[in-house]
């Protein structure tokens, strides 16, 4: 069904995590100050949604049970004040009231006890159908223009014609996987209509190396590390945890968090150089020291064997040839100028990364309208009266673990509470 001309209250723009919980919020508003508004609900997709199917492996990492402004990069102490008006309890609440209820994971993810992302897209949808929500995919926004000579409204063109809304909330992503429909667009409508955007590059992104080194014998292999990222010079990041092989580089939980200082760093023509430490939480010399008694205690075992002790067998195979050891060589036996090539390996690996695995492979965008630009206890632009913008759009990037989805459910909510009437 097309829309043309129609008048609403509000069109909130692009039905991901954000604008479906703006649009909720927003009718529950209305509904509780009983007042009654049209809202129209308008994406580009044919089918809405995708991102959310496809999240946190198709089981939705709805939130996390601590979200910290820490979890994000973006101006922190914006960030702090949206989460702490709809907190993670808050946001289980609401889940519990939409019929999707949560449970917890050892590290702290909270999922639907369904392990189904469909409940939690299927349950949103739903709660706008219950309120009145009009839906309407296959609806691209091309232009917003602000109505001047009524001095409020907006006048907004999409695919299927053109409609008018006194308020405008803007939901429509950031550049991550592009198919989905959130193809960056959003921004080209943010900044004709004044806002800036800061530069946006891929964040949650697997990593391109160099054909130099010996991932691709190593796919599917995952171990810890703890990973450092240099800039100019300078640590800008130092975190643990899994690292995953792959036929084309590095992904897995800490390579995607700490991408983004790799993307951002590049991005502005910085030297940016990431370091693994396979053996945490050891200096080369604490390694040495452990090497030296073990050849000691076990002189003619073998360096592979030894080091196996520590990481992956596969892996020290690996990075013994990379470093031009023989793994077979007693441990006794190795050169002194060799074994500490490898432990500076072990300590201090320089990946050489090539590029980022792209749009289509990231999570999460970083960049974007900057936070200054809204006020934080509405996400009512500053610039332009009757705009709100939410969501992925925003200069703010979370790590893995049910963070951005947080963001979204808190923008939503702060949006939606502020543009019904019955707030004002
Ligand atoms: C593979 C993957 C897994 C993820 N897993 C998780 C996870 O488990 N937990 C977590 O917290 N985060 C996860 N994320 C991140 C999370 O999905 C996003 O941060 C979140 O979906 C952003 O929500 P949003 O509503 O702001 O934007 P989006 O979900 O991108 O929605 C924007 C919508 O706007 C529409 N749109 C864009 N332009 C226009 C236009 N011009 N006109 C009309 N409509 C338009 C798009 O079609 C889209 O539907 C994952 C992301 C990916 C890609």
Redesign the pocket.
Known sequence: MSIQNDRYDIAV???????LAASIFSAEAATKGDRSQRIVL????KT?????L???GGR????HEVVTSTDFFGNRHIIKNVLAAFSVEQAVKWFASLGVELKREETGKLFPVTDKARTVLLALIERCRELGVEIQPN????KIEPVTDHNHGFSIH?SQGVLQARKVIL????R??PK????G??YS?ARRLGHHVTATVPALVPLILEDTIFHKQLSGLSHEVEMTTMVKGRKVDCRTGSLLWTHFGISGPVVMDASRFWTVGHEQGETVEVYGNFLIGQTQEQAKSWLMVQAMDNPRRSLLKTWAQQIPERFAEALCSHVECDPKTAVAQLPRKNRDRLLAALTKFPFPIDQDRGWNY???TAGGVPLEEIDFRTMESKLVPGLYL????LDCD?RI????????WSTGFLAGRAVTPCNQ
């Open positions: 723009i692009g039905a991901g995590a954000a604008g308008l994406d580009g997709a809405i949604g995708a991102k959310i496809v999240s946190g939705c990492n709805v939130t609806h691209r926004v091309d999409h939901a429509t992503g950031g991550s996987i989905s429909g959130s193809d667009f959003g409508l990231a999570e999460v939410v969501g992925e759009i979370g673990g049910g963070f951005n989805f947080q963001w979204a």
